[in-house]
């Protein structure tokens, strides 16, 4: 087993995972006032709240897009397993051929995600990620990762619009019956949650009329999982796609470095 962990701006998923199974998933809080020995005992907790002994992992790796706290995850993780994580990042060996004005500048969140997807859907592919910005990227029926789209996350948008507008309340995120809402919240809520629907719906149009051809969707996220059920298009939801390219990533380059 390895720990895999993606770091995001909101939360950190921890996960513990090999070739049969995902053992765990869980996230914490991204806090940039948190030193590495905090970190390493939230690590820590998890490991012991699913039982997991120490000796049965054997390596780490890290996709983060907060450089800043890069180290200080990274020496969090070597205090509990005592080994080195990997980070994704220049250098690594994906497998991935990126056709992007600056391939360096693409998210290691988004490569990640990518890598996992070819290995289990046909190409060509769209992949959404939905956290704090939603993502969409696409990878082309030659399996290049051509580029894609960024939005603002669900949870970017409702509180944009509690904060903005004084008579609108800050409320929780749950999908309305029907889309036609009958008081405030409803509204609020079928606007942001049918609204976000439609506008990945009209941005799968939109991309696979430039590639010519359908895709296979594939997504995951926490919030995923509230949006793709009342898609029109046909969304395969997958909470561990991350965990699993990180595995891959982890795989392909322990066996250059042991080589």
Do not use: W
Request: net charge neutral; glycine share 10%.
């Amino acid at each position: 087993m390895i720990l895999a962990i993606d770091m995001g701006n909101t939360n950190i998923v921890i996960g513990g995972i090999d070739e049969n199974k995902t053992s765990f998933v869980e996230r914490i809080t991204t806090n940039p006032s948190k030193t590495d020995i905090e970190y390493a005992v939230n690590i820590k907790d998890i490991l012991e709240i699913y039982q997991i002994p120490l000796g049965e992992i054997e390596g780490a790796v890290l996709s983060s897009v907060v450089p800043p706290l890069n180290g200080t995850l990274l020496r969090a993780v070597e205090k509990i397993i005592k080994k080195k994580p990997l980070l994704v990042g220049s250098g690594m060996k994906t497998g991935l051929n990126i056709l992007m004005d600056n391939p360096k500048t693409v998210g290691s969140d988004l490569i990640v995600d990518a890598v996992a997807a070819i290995q289990e859907h046909p190409l060509p592919i769209i992949i959404i990620d939905m956290g704090t910005a939603t993502t969409m990227s696409v990878v082309d029926a030659a399996g290049n990762y051509i580029g894609g789209v960024i939005l603002p996350g669900l949870k970017v948008s409702l509180d944009s619009l509690s904060g903005k507008a004084a008579q609108l309340p800050y409320i929780s995120l749950e999908t309305p019956g029907k889309v036609i809402g009958k008081n405030t919240i409803d509204c609020m809520r079928s606007g942001i949650i049918y609204g976000n629907a439609a506008q990945i719906d009209g941005i799968i149009d939109r991309m696979e009329q430039e590639l010519g051809q359908t895709a296979s969707i594939v997504a995951t996220g926490g919030l995923a999982r509230l949006i793709t059920p009342i898609c029109r298009h046909k969304i395969v939801y997958d909470d561990a796609l991350l965990l699993k390219g990180l595995l891959t990533l982890y795989r392909r380059n322990t066996a250059v470095r042991h080589r």
